[in-house]
Every structure is written in C-alpha cells, then in structure tokens.
C-alpha cells in the first residue's frame, strides 16, 4: 500500500519533477494499492542465474529486481529511463514521459529490471528493463504479462532509442523463470507463449483512480493489451483490490 501523502513527503518523491509531483491524482487519492503483493509479487530481488553480456561486450553479474509497492516501486517506475536504459520515458522526453505517472499509479502496473549494482545519479543501475502487467482473460482467468523488454545501449541521447538487445529471448526467460518462482498465476512474456484463447481476449482492468487520466497519461502500453472499459473495472479488481477507494 502506497499512501500519496507519504509518498510526496518522501526524499524519493521530492527528486521527481514537478510535473509528476504535482499531478492532481497524487492530491485526488489518498492510496495506491497495487495488485502484485495480493499474488506472492512483492517488491524483491534475486542474483540471476548466470552471467550476462551487457552493451560494453562484458560479462556481469547481475541481480533481478521486482518493483511495484511501496515508495520504492513508485520511484523504480518513475525513474525507468533515467538510470541506464533510455526509452520515451525519459524525463526530458516531452510530451512522450507523461505516460510516467499512469505507469506509477496503476495498481496493475510493476517493473522487473536486471542491475550489475552499480550507482547513477538516481540509483542502482538498470540495465535491462520491462513493465509487468496484471491482466485477465476473457473468462476473467487471471494472468501475468511481461511487456517489451528495452536495455542499455551506448546511445547516451535520451531522444534517439537504441533498445533492441541481441538476448531478447534469454533475458525474457530469466525474467519470466524469475516471476514464475514467486506468484501463482500464469506468467507469459509473448504472445506466441499464451493459450490462443488469451491473445485477442485479454485485458488489463482499467482500475477507478485512472477514470480521470487522459490517454496520454495512461501507462503506455507495448504488448498490445489495452485496458478494459471503465464499467469492467470494479468486477475484475474486486477480490484483490476490496479496500481500493
């Protein structure tokens, strides 16, 4: 549970720009309760695996980092493209960054990212990086989705994107095997790994503190999900997010 006065109080929060600092809906709800505790996916962090090839052509060490309560998730979410990946949500990105604040307040929005541990201006680095999205199918059979991975590359121009990484595919199942340890639910990283039924019919629930968000504040999404109508919302939240406004 996040509660926004709290969070605005923060040392965290103050860092932010003011243009998320001062966003009404941080003044309008007096909580953000993400989804993911309710379903084992707390904020944690595990060594990976095995070593991985970073943009320099090295091998590291790194750690597997999810992110999604408390202040710690909302500034992970926050500073996603300011801590080594670059991406349009950088926050000199106009008007692109804006989707920032969807992404930080959606109680179905968390993020899973690989840092070697060493510091930026921001934080721990983050070297490779996804959004993970709570979603349910169209028999409401609930699921978890891993959005389009974006890494670090050598471009240091936060305008000019640079992301495709060669390990896609590894990276999405490390980052997969690491989701699947922790929660219960179905965890899919592609389309291509999901029950047919699931593709075409699948949604993500359009909670109620984003009724009042335009369209280009809403987090953005890659996978190709889109957000369920407003009067689904409440049905699909209802058991994990009972207390929720």
């Known amino acids: 549970m996040i509660y926004t006065k709290r969070f605005l109080n923060s040392a965290a929060a103050k860092r932010l720009p003011k ?4 966003h009404r ?6 909580k953000i309760k993400k989804v993911f505790p309710e379903i084992g996916l707390s904020n944690c962090v595990d060594d990976c695996p095995i070593p991985i090839t970073d943009y320099d052509g090295r091998n590291k ?3 597997i980092v999810f992110s999604s309560d408390g202040i710690t998730g909302l ?10 990946v670059l ?4 926050w000199d990105n106009k008007p692109h960054c804006t989707h920032l604040i969807g992404s930080m307040v959606d109680p179905c929005c968390g993020i899973i990212y690989m840092t070697d541990g060493t510091k930026t201006e921001y934080g721990s680095s983050i070297l490779k990086r996804a959004l993970v999205r709570f979603a349910t199918s ?14 670090k590359s050598s471009n240091t121009n936060p305008l000019v994107y640079e992301n495709k990484d060669p390990r896609q595919a590894d990276i999405s199942n490390l980052f997969t095997a690491f989701l699947k340890a922790k929660t219960w639910l179905p965890v899919f990283a592609t389309q291509s790994d999901m029950p047919s039924a699931y593709r075409y019919q699948s949604v993500i629930p359009r909670a109620k503190i984003l009724a009042k968000l335009p369209p280009n504040y809403l987090s953005l999404v890659d996978c190709g999900m ?10 699909e939240l209802t058991n994990l997010l009972d207390d929720y406004n």
């Open 25 to 30: 809906v941080f003044r309008d709800n007096s």
């Open 87 to 90: 991406s349009c949500m950088h």
């Open 226 to 235: 889109s957000y369920s109508p407003p009067d689904c919302a409440d049905t």
């Open 138 to 151: 169209h028999d409401n059979t609930k699921f978890v989705y891993i959005d389009r991975i974006y890494t």
């Open 61 to 63: 060490n790194m750690k």
């Open 75 to 84: 500034w992970d979410i926050g500073t996603m493209s300011m801590r080594g």
């Open 19 to 22: 243009w998320i600092q001062s």
